[in-house]
């Protein structure tokens, strides 16, 4: 039973940092593409970040430079580092899971459709 835990969300002021986790349960995740997605309420689940096994990464432009995607191997736990918020990144996040090594070879072919296993979310909100 692959299942995927979120925490680390809250409240912050504009240009605060959070750092979110993703708990990962039932497989070893080394062997997937892993991602970050965040969504509003009336808007698309948008991509936020994504990691491959061997540790490559690529982010959306709107978080470059502020975000930074990492895994633990030994603790099977992903992980999201957010520095610089601001309101506009207001949103639940989800960890997820695509059953393949490989990502994509470029952000604009990163789905949300690819990835076949979801955390349940967990909420960040930036006040200005």
């Known amino acids: 039973q692959v299942q995927l835990v979120e925490s680390g969300g809250g409240s912050v002021q504009s240009g605060g940092s959070l750092r979110l986790s993703c708990q990962v349960f039932?497989?070893?995740?080394?062997?997937?593409?892993m991602g970050w997605f965040r969504q509003t309420p009336g808007k698309e689940r948008e991509g936020v970040a994504t990691?491959?096994?061997?540790?490559?990464?690529m982010y959306a432009d709107s978080v470059k430079g502020r975000f930074t995607i990492s895994q633990d191997n030994a603790k099977n736990t992903l992980y999201l580092q957010m520095n610089g918020l601001k309101p506009e990144d207001t949103g639940m996040y989800y960890c997820?899971?695509?059953?393949?090594?490989?990502?994509?070879?470029?952000?604009?072919?990163?789905?949300?459709?690819?990835?076949?296993?979801w955390g349940q979310g967990t909420q960040v909100t930036v006040s200005s």
């Open positions: 039932g497989y070893t995740y080394d062997m997937y593409c």
């Open positions: 997820a899971a695509r059953r393949y090594y490989f990502c994509s070879g470029s952000w604009s072919g990163v789905r949300k459709e690819d990835f076949g296993y």
């Open positions: 990691i491959e096994p061997d540790g490559g990464t």
